[in-house]
């Protein structure tokens, strides 16, 4: 029987790897991907599949306390590669801000709870109404130092990650790995870092140059692909690997290069793939990474 | 009656400024914006609103000719503000770039023909399959260098417009204002200039000093609005001013502040702007215009 890989339904390349293939030893299902299992389902999704790690998301980990959610994830042998995510903190209003730092550090909490060194943070769009860009990003800068002691206490390094300009009004300021490192600079590596994600960056002119730049600051390598014509909904426009336009061998040759030694995560939003079995979702990505990605590490 | 404006159906916040107003006397009305005119009815609705000038599209020009279509723009007093769209050379294929630099030599010889000074630039996507981002941008670059004796014979300056990313992939691989300009700075300004449009540019981290930058190189300041939710049809996501992120206050005093004295296009791609009717239309971007734009200038 031939095997298709989703969501493009051609035929894989690869085997899929069997759990215990050493290949797969730097590769996390970062929860999203499968947005329709819940936590327990997807930890034993992941684990069934052979895959060392997992990326969390703060909702699904809600939905059983971080307790239950670590000794479910430490029963399973996983590690957590990152929790998604904190941030959001462009409010103009400062009561507003407030509450956002407030549940950041509910956020760092639940990080160190779930025993993962990062916390991914989603900067925040324009305010309703307001079009000051720059300001905007000055108030995530300023949340993002404001953030810091606790974070440190915490054993915690903050994540900023820049996103693609498709959601710089929406969603996140933040737009490029430079931008992203002029403000994580400003901190011990330990303190903050950045997320380099190839569906956000891999347009960013003298991206390689940033990713050197970056060095020991990054925290979460995240992989997906860009894809076109883009998906209707845009928040669903992240690809499988392959399917797209990234160039994964040298993205990932640049990060390797980098210095960076941790997981990498395969966080893709689109619509056919959350439509899909978890387990054939994961099977695909993993001979995706494999092909791609883990070569280049 | 309550005038609305288009497409956002709110009613408008000042009146229609009527034909001979001052405030228009920069104002050109990119063909696109009108997508379902021809270029004499473009011609004519421009003329009846009171505007100087037209960015015209080579595909409604060689419907008549540009002989033609040169006789209706003057007869009509109007000024061609440029020439939309060369470009397109990226192809990895070497007799693809061949004649896509023949077609780009016909570009300019109709934008001479139209006594416009500004021929716009698309520069492509990657091809298909071909996912070296980098190559494809250096591609660009020599196709542009290698048009420029022709451009200068012509008295036609190449206007490179870097495009917003999230047409990297299929459409325009200059995805910042720097980057436009380190490839327009290795020729002399009436030899390679830059088109700055704000959808494209409003998001770019350090794009007012990129636009004081750019100084004499402007050859052409597009104005249109970035909207959420994106539009599903990625292609057709441009608003109109004001009904999305875009300071246009902000951005048109940056373009001001370069020196910046020429025309000011409204080009607008999206669905309801196209269904509705062509006079409405430039009703509406003239008051919008006259509102945020045009006291900045």
């Known amino acids: 029987m031939t095997v298709l890989d989703i969501p493009s339904g051609i035929p894989a390349h690869v085997d899929t790897p069997a759990p215990g293939d050493p290949r797969l030893a730097r590769l996390s299902l970062n929860q999203r991907t499968t947005a329709n299992w819940d936590l327990r389902e997807a930890v034993e999704g992941a684990v069934a599949a052979g895959l060392p790690a997992i990326g969390l998301w703060r909702e699904p980990v809600a939905e059983v306390g971080v307790d239950v959610a670590r000794r479910i994830v430490d029963d399973a042998g996983l590690r957590v590669s990152s929790l998604c995510r904190g941030g959001f903190f462009?409010?103009?209003?400062?009561?507003?801000?407030?509450?956002?730092?407030?549940?950041?550090?509910?956020?760092?909490?639940?990080?160190?709870?779930?025993?993962?060194?990062?916390?991914?943070?989603?900067?925040?769009?324009?305010?309703?109404?307001?079009?000051?860009?720059?300001?905007?990003?000055?108030?995530?800068?300023?949340?993002?130092?404001?953030?810091?002691?606790?974070?440190?206490?915490?054993?915690?390094?903050?994540?900023?990650?820049?996103?693609?300009?498709?959601?710089?009004?929406?969603?996140?300021?933040?737009?490029?790995?430079?931008?992203?490192?002029?403000?994580?600079?400003?901190?011990?590596?330990?303190?903050?870092?950045?997320?380099?994600?190839?569906?956000?960056l891999w347009w960013e002119p003298g991206v390689y140059a940033q990713i050197a730049r970056a060095g020991e600051r990054i925290v979460s390598y995240q992989v997906c692909d860009w894809i076109t014509p883009l998906p209707a909904d845009s928040l669903l426009a992240r690809g499988m690997m392959g399917d797209g336009h990234v160039d994964f061998p040298a993205f990932t040759r640049a990060v390797a290069a980098a210095g960076y030694t941790g997981d990498v995560e395969v966080e893709i939003f689109h619509a056919d793939v959350w439509a899909a079995p978890g387990d054939q979702v994961i099977a695909t990505m993993a001979r995706r990474y494999v092909e791609l990605v883990q070569p280049h590490l």
């Open 90 to 200: 462009t409010a103009s209003d400062r009561a507003e801000r407030t509450r956002a730092h407030e549940d950041n550090l509910r956020a760092l909490d639940e990080a160190a709870g779930l025993g993962t060194k990062a916390l991914v943070l989603v900067p925040g769009g324009l305010p309703a109404g307001d079009k000051d860009l720059a300001g905007a990003r000055a108030r995530a800068a300023e949340a993002i130092a404001a953030l810091v002691p606790a974070a440190v206490v915490r054993g915690v390094t903050l994540g900023i990650e820049p996103m693609n300009p498709i959601y710089a009004a929406d969603r996140g300021v933040i737009s490029t790995l430079a931008q992203a490192l002029d403000i994580a600079e400003q901190f011990a590596p330990h303190e903050v870092g950045v997320v380099v994600d190839t569906f956000h």
